[in-house]
Protein backbone atom coordinates (compact mmCIF):
# COMPACT_ATOMS: atom_id res chain seq x y z
CA UNK A 1 0.00 0.00 0.00
CA UNK A 2 1.20 2.85 -0.99
CA UNK A 3 1.63 6.29 1.40
CA UNK A 4 0.60 9.40 0.09
CA UNK A 5 3.57 11.74 -0.65
CA UNK A 6 4.41 15.12 -0.62
CA UNK A 7 0.88 16.88 0.73
CA UNK A 8 2.16 19.80 1.84
CA UNK A 9 1.02 18.68 5.45
CA UNK A 10 1.35 19.97 8.78
CA UNK A 11 4.25 19.87 10.76
CA UNK A 12 3.28 16.43 12.78
CA UNK A 13 3.04 13.98 9.89
CA UNK A 14 1.33 10.24 11.38
CA UNK A 15 2.11 6.85 9.65
CA UNK A 16 -0.74 5.21 10.29
CA UNK A 17 0.60 1.99 11.10
CA UNK A 18 -0.77 -1.53 12.42
CA UNK A 19 1.79 -2.00 14.80
CA UNK A 20 2.29 -3.25 18.67
CA UNK A 21 4.47 -1.89 20.86
CA UNK A 22 6.60 -3.35 23.56
CA UNK A 23 8.85 -1.26 25.73
CA UNK A 24 12.73 -1.76 25.40
CA UNK A 25 15.33 -2.57 27.68
CA UNK A 26 18.84 -1.01 27.74
CA UNK A 27 21.46 -3.72 26.77
CA UNK A 28 18.85 -5.92 25.02
CA UNK A 29 19.12 -7.08 21.59
CA UNK A 30 16.77 -4.45 20.47
CA UNK A 31 18.61 -1.88 21.52
CA UNK A 32 19.97 0.49 18.21
CA UNK A 33 22.34 3.14 17.92
CA UNK A 34 20.11 5.89 18.62
CA UNK A 35 21.13 8.97 16.14
CA UNK A 36 19.62 7.27 12.93
CA UNK A 37 22.58 7.53 10.57
CA UNK A 38 23.84 10.68 11.83
CA UNK A 39 27.50 9.99 13.05
CA UNK A 40 27.95 10.89 16.96
CA UNK A 41 31.50 10.10 17.43
CA UNK A 42 33.16 13.30 14.81
CA UNK A 43 31.49 16.64 15.90
CA UNK A 44 32.67 19.05 18.94
CA UNK A 45 32.57 18.75 22.47
CA UNK A 46 28.31 20.25 22.48
CA UNK A 47 29.69 21.98 25.29
CA UNK A 48 31.93 23.82 23.21
CA UNK A 49 29.44 24.09 20.46
CA UNK A 50 26.53 25.44 22.92
CA UNK A 51 28.77 28.29 24.08
CA UNK A 52 29.20 29.47 20.55
CA UNK A 53 25.97 29.45 19.79
CA UNK A 54 24.64 33.35 19.88
CA UNK A 55 21.90 33.64 22.79
CA UNK A 56 19.23 35.96 22.14
CA UNK A 57 15.42 36.70 23.03
CA UNK A 58 12.72 35.63 20.77
CA UNK A 59 12.24 36.88 17.69
CA UNK A 60 8.47 37.12 16.61
CA UNK A 61 6.24 34.09 15.79
CA UNK A 62 4.28 36.96 13.41
CA UNK A 63 4.17 35.48 9.40
CA UNK A 64 5.25 31.47 10.75
CA UNK A 65 3.35 28.85 8.55
CA UNK A 66 4.50 25.34 8.12
CA UNK A 67 4.64 26.35 4.76
CA UNK A 68 7.43 28.84 5.35
CA UNK A 69 9.70 26.07 5.62
CA UNK A 70 9.04 24.25 2.12
CA UNK A 71 6.75 21.42 0.71
CA UNK A 72 7.00 18.76 3.45
CA UNK A 73 8.99 16.05 3.31
CA UNK A 74 10.77 17.02 0.33
CA UNK A 75 13.11 14.99 -1.28
CA UNK A 76 16.50 17.23 -0.56
CA UNK A 77 19.11 14.65 -0.43
CA UNK A 78 18.29 13.56 -3.73
CA UNK A 79 17.49 9.94 -3.19
CA UNK A 80 14.26 9.60 -5.35
CA UNK A 81 12.70 9.28 -1.58
CA UNK A 82 11.08 11.56 0.18
CA UNK A 83 12.44 12.45 3.91
CA UNK A 84 9.44 11.14 6.19
CA UNK A 85 10.27 7.27 4.16
CA UNK A 86 14.05 7.67 4.28
CA UNK A 87 13.37 8.83 8.43
CA UNK A 88 11.35 5.90 9.00
CA UNK A 89 13.88 4.00 7.17
CA UNK A 90 17.04 5.05 9.27
CA UNK A 91 15.31 4.05 12.39
CA UNK A 92 14.16 0.39 11.23
CA UNK A 93 16.55 -1.93 13.35
CA UNK A 94 16.69 -4.70 10.67
CA UNK A 95 15.97 -1.89 7.66
CA UNK A 96 12.36 -3.28 7.14
CA UNK A 97 10.38 -4.09 3.97
CA UNK A 98 10.33 -0.67 1.24
CA UNK A 99 8.11 -0.96 -1.97
CA UNK A 100 8.71 0.85 -5.37
CA UNK A 101 12.22 1.69 -3.71
CA UNK A 102 11.08 4.08 -1.25
CA UNK A 103 7.61 3.41 0.95
CA UNK A 104 8.34 1.37 4.23
CA UNK A 105 5.46 -1.30 4.65
CA UNK A 106 6.86 -3.17 7.38
CA UNK A 107 9.81 -2.07 10.36
CA UNK A 108 10.60 -2.44 13.51
CA UNK A 109 11.33 1.02 15.13
CA UNK A 110 12.77 2.32 18.27
CA UNK A 111 11.03 4.81 19.94
CA UNK A 112 13.89 7.09 21.83
CA UNK A 113 11.81 9.36 23.49
CA UNK A 114 9.86 6.45 25.63
CA UNK A 115 12.03 3.39 24.76
CA UNK A 116 9.03 1.20 23.24
CA UNK A 117 10.09 -0.92 20.23
CA UNK A 118 7.16 -0.66 17.80
CA UNK A 119 6.54 -3.65 15.53
CA UNK A 120 4.68 -2.78 12.37
CA UNK A 121 3.03 -3.03 9.17
CA UNK A 122 1.70 -0.25 7.29
CA UNK A 123 -2.14 0.01 6.67
CA UNK A 124 -3.19 -2.57 9.17
CA UNK A 125 -6.94 -2.30 10.81
CA UNK A 126 -5.76 -1.78 14.25
CA UNK A 127 -3.33 1.29 13.05
CA UNK A 128 -0.97 2.76 15.87
CA UNK A 129 1.82 5.34 14.77
CA UNK A 130 4.68 7.28 14.29
CA UNK A 131 5.29 10.95 13.89
CA UNK A 132 8.55 12.19 12.21
CA UNK A 133 9.50 14.51 14.78
CA UNK A 134 11.92 17.82 13.89
CA UNK A 135 14.31 17.58 16.97
CA UNK A 136 14.93 21.37 16.88
CA UNK A 137 11.04 22.11 15.96
CA UNK A 138 10.03 24.42 13.30
CA UNK A 139 8.21 26.72 15.32
CA UNK A 140 11.52 26.96 17.72
CA UNK A 141 13.45 27.57 14.24
CA UNK A 142 11.52 30.35 13.90
CA UNK A 143 11.80 31.99 16.67
CA UNK A 144 15.30 31.75 17.01
CA UNK A 145 16.43 33.14 13.38
CA UNK A 146 15.26 30.89 10.66
CA UNK A 147 12.29 33.44 9.41
CA UNK A 148 15.74 35.71 8.16
CA UNK A 149 16.94 33.33 6.53
CA UNK A 150 16.26 31.99 3.03
CA UNK A 151 13.60 29.39 1.88
CA UNK A 152 16.70 27.20 1.03
CA UNK A 153 17.56 27.12 4.51
CA UNK A 154 14.61 26.66 5.96
CA UNK A 155 13.72 24.07 3.82
CA UNK A 156 17.08 22.08 4.90
CA UNK A 157 15.84 23.12 8.63
CA UNK A 158 12.85 20.98 7.41
CA UNK A 159 14.27 18.17 5.93
CA UNK A 160 17.82 17.64 7.28
CA UNK A 161 18.36 13.68 8.49
CA UNK A 162 19.99 15.70 11.29
CA UNK A 163 16.82 17.17 12.43
CA UNK A 164 14.37 14.17 11.73
CA UNK A 165 13.29 11.53 14.50
CA UNK A 166 10.31 8.70 14.14
CA UNK A 167 8.83 8.53 17.47
CA UNK A 168 5.57 8.22 19.57
CA UNK A 169 3.50 10.78 18.20
CA UNK A 170 1.69 11.32 21.88
CA UNK A 171 5.24 12.74 22.75
CA UNK A 172 5.89 15.17 20.08
CA UNK A 173 2.48 16.80 20.71
CA UNK A 174 3.53 16.93 24.41
CA UNK A 175 6.67 18.68 22.80
CA UNK A 176 5.09 20.88 20.21
CA UNK A 177 7.26 23.74 19.72
CA UNK A 178 8.89 23.43 23.00
CA UNK A 179 12.32 23.96 23.64
CA UNK A 180 14.62 22.62 25.94
CA UNK A 181 13.55 24.37 28.73
CA UNK A 182 10.18 23.00 28.49
CA UNK A 183 10.20 19.81 27.05
CA UNK A 184 12.99 16.88 27.25
CA UNK A 185 12.26 13.35 26.54
CA UNK A 186 10.89 10.91 29.25
CA UNK A 187 14.10 8.32 29.05
CA UNK A 188 16.53 10.48 31.09
CA UNK A 189 19.38 8.23 29.26
CA UNK A 190 18.52 10.26 25.93
CA UNK A 191 18.76 13.56 27.05
CA UNK A 192 22.12 14.25 26.43
CA UNK A 193 21.75 12.83 22.77
CA UNK A 194 18.80 14.94 22.23
CA UNK A 195 20.02 18.05 23.36
CA UNK A 196 22.86 17.29 21.58
CA UNK A 197 21.02 17.21 18.27
CA UNK A 198 19.18 20.16 18.74
CA UNK A 199 22.57 22.05 18.98
CA UNK A 200 23.88 20.58 16.23
CA UNK A 201 21.07 21.58 14.05
CA UNK A 202 21.08 25.08 15.54
CA UNK A 203 24.83 25.52 15.08
CA UNK A 204 24.49 24.36 11.24
CA UNK A 205 21.97 26.10 10.62
CA UNK A 206 23.27 29.61 12.76
CA UNK A 207 20.09 29.56 14.97
CA UNK A 208 20.02 30.90 18.53
CA UNK A 209 19.25 30.00 21.84
CA UNK A 210 17.15 31.74 24.10
CA UNK A 211 18.42 31.90 27.87
CA UNK A 212 16.33 29.44 29.34
CA UNK A 213 17.18 26.93 26.93
CA UNK A 214 20.69 27.85 27.30
CA UNK A 215 20.12 27.08 30.48
CA UNK A 216 18.35 23.89 30.02
CA UNK A 217 20.58 22.76 27.81
CA UNK A 218 23.71 23.07 29.92
CA UNK A 219 22.15 21.29 32.75
CA UNK A 220 21.56 18.31 30.59
CA UNK A 221 25.54 18.38 29.26
CA UNK A 222 26.75 18.64 32.38
CA UNK A 223 25.68 14.96 33.37
CA UNK A 224 27.69 14.00 30.22
CA UNK A 225 30.75 16.71 29.70
CA UNK A 226 32.39 14.71 27.03
CA UNK A 227 28.98 14.53 25.01
CA UNK A 228 30.26 15.50 20.76
CA UNK A 229 27.17 16.53 18.74
CA UNK A 230 26.63 14.74 15.55
CA UNK A 231 27.28 15.33 12.34
CA UNK A 232 25.87 14.28 8.86
CA UNK A 233 22.93 14.89 7.17
CA UNK A 234 22.09 17.58 4.41
CA UNK A 235 25.25 19.35 3.39
CA UNK A 236 26.16 22.17 5.36
CA UNK A 237 24.75 25.53 3.77
CA UNK A 238 26.70 27.20 1.51
CA UNK A 239 26.94 31.19 1.27
CA UNK A 240 24.82 31.20 -1.66
CA UNK A 241 22.01 29.93 0.03
CA UNK A 242 22.26 31.62 3.31
CA UNK A 243 20.18 34.81 3.38
CA UNK A 244 21.06 38.00 5.37
CA UNK A 245 17.92 39.97 6.21
CA UNK A 246 18.03 42.36 9.06
CA UNK A 247 15.23 41.54 11.52
CA UNK A 248 12.46 44.69 11.10
CA UNK A 249 13.04 48.24 13.26
CA UNK A 250 16.52 47.38 12.44
CA UNK A 251 18.51 50.02 10.42
CA UNK A 252 20.09 48.79 6.86
CA UNK A 253 22.22 52.16 6.20
CA UNK A 254 25.30 51.05 4.71
CA UNK A 255 28.34 51.97 7.40
CA UNK A 256 31.50 53.88 6.98
CA UNK A 257 34.05 51.73 8.12
CA UNK A 258 36.41 54.77 8.37
CA UNK A 259 34.53 57.17 10.61
CA UNK A 260 32.39 54.87 12.48
CA UNK A 261 32.54 51.94 15.28
CA UNK A 262 30.52 49.19 15.75
CA UNK A 263 30.36 47.04 18.63
CA UNK A 264 30.96 43.64 17.49
CA UNK A 265 28.06 42.96 15.19
CA UNK A 266 25.85 45.81 16.47
CA UNK A 267 24.07 44.93 13.30
CA UNK A 268 23.66 41.25 12.85
CA UNK A 269 20.86 39.62 13.57
CA UNK A 270 22.16 36.47 14.77
CA UNK A 271 25.38 37.29 16.75
CA UNK A 272 27.04 39.57 18.63
CA UNK A 273 30.97 39.17 17.74
CA UNK A 274 33.04 38.38 14.81
CA UNK A 275 33.93 35.64 16.83
CA UNK A 276 30.28 34.26 17.17
CA UNK A 277 30.06 34.76 13.95
CA UNK A 278 33.21 32.58 12.47
CA UNK A 279 32.22 29.89 15.08
CA UNK A 280 29.01 29.23 13.73
CA UNK A 281 31.10 29.04 10.18
CA UNK A 282 30.33 32.70 8.72
CA UNK A 283 32.78 35.15 7.42
CA UNK A 284 34.75 36.40 6.47
CA UNK A 285 33.30 39.38 4.77
CA UNK A 286 34.38 41.20 1.88
CA UNK A 287 33.17 45.05 1.13
CA UNK A 288 31.36 45.41 -2.03
CA UNK A 289 30.44 41.95 -2.00
CA UNK A 290 28.59 40.33 1.25
CA UNK A 291 26.05 42.95 2.78
CA UNK A 292 26.90 41.41 6.15
CA UNK A 293 30.38 43.39 5.43
CA UNK A 294 28.29 46.88 6.98
CA UNK A 295 27.19 44.97 10.14
CA UNK A 296 31.23 44.77 11.47
CA UNK A 297 34.03 47.17 12.23
CA UNK A 298 37.27 46.36 9.72
CA UNK A 299 39.73 47.41 12.11
CA UNK A 300 42.26 47.46 9.96
CA UNK A 301 40.74 49.15 6.72
CA UNK A 302 41.32 46.21 4.56
CA UNK A 303 38.02 45.62 3.02
CA UNK A 304 37.35 42.91 4.85
CA UNK A 305 35.62 41.84 8.32
CA UNK A 306 35.42 38.45 10.80
CA UNK A 307 38.66 37.17 8.99
Known sequence: MQILRRLGLASVTVLALAAITVPMHVGSAATVVVDYGVNSAVGPLATTALASLPVKGWAPMTGYSRAMFGIAWSDTDHNGCDQRDDALWRASLQRGVRTNGCTVTSATV??????????????????????????????????????????????????DPLNL?????????????????????????????????????????GLWVVPPEKAAMQRILNTCPLRRIPVGGLPYPTFAERSFRIPAGTTTTTISHSTTSLAGGALDPRFATCAAAKAAGYGPYVQGK?????????????????E
Open 110 to 159: TDVYTNHVVHFVRGGLYSQGLDIDHVVALGNAWATGAQYESAAIRLKIAT
Open 165 to 205: LAVDPSQNRKKSDSNAASWLPPVVSYRCSYVARQIAVKKKY
Open 290 to 306: DPEYTWYRDGNHNGVDC
